[in-house]
């Protein structure tokens, strides 16, 4: 299991590293486990569209990840599949997906 503090990722600015591109598919995914778990309470767990990376017996799992906000407020995946633990986050509130997800917007209303 992964455990994760994107702030060792991140820029001071919260932007991906332009020198370590080969950092940006992790980040990604961490970053989209944050928004799925950042809004919900502790003790709680929500469904994600985030497939799970594990390959039992060399076979891909069928799963999807599942987040599960701890008590201390880190962010738990999980495959709902396989059952395996991915990564736990902490230190995840001040980054840019840290107030979940993006709210809808009006694209006929200019920003």
């Known amino acids: 299991?992964?455990?994760?503090?994107?702030?060792?990722?991140?820029?001071?600015?919260?932007e991906f590293p332009e020198d370590h591109p080969q950092l940006r598919?992790?980040?990604?995914?961490?970053?989209?486990?944050?928004?799925?778990?950042?809004?919900?309470?502790?003790?709680?767990a929500r469904?994600?569209?985030?497939?799970?990376?594990?390959?039992?017996?060399?076979?891909?799992?069928?799963?999807?990840?599942f987040v599960m906000k701890q008590p201390d407020d880190s962010i738990l995946a999980i495959c709902d599949d396989c059952l395996e633990e991915e990564a736990l986050i902490h230190n995840w509130q001040d980054t840019p997906w840290g107030h979940g997800m993006p709210p809808a917007r009006d694209l006929a209303e200019p920003d």
């Open 1 to 14: 299991m992964l455990i994760v503090d994107p702030w060792h990722w991140l820029t001071k600015d919260g």
């Open 25 to 44: 598919p992790r980040i990604v995914r961490i970053a989209r486990f944050i928004e799925y778990g950042a809004e919900i309470p502790p003790g709680w």
């Open 47 to 65: 469904s994600t569209l985030v497939e799970c990376k594990k390959r039992p017996d060399r076979r891909p799992c069928q799963g999807f990840m």
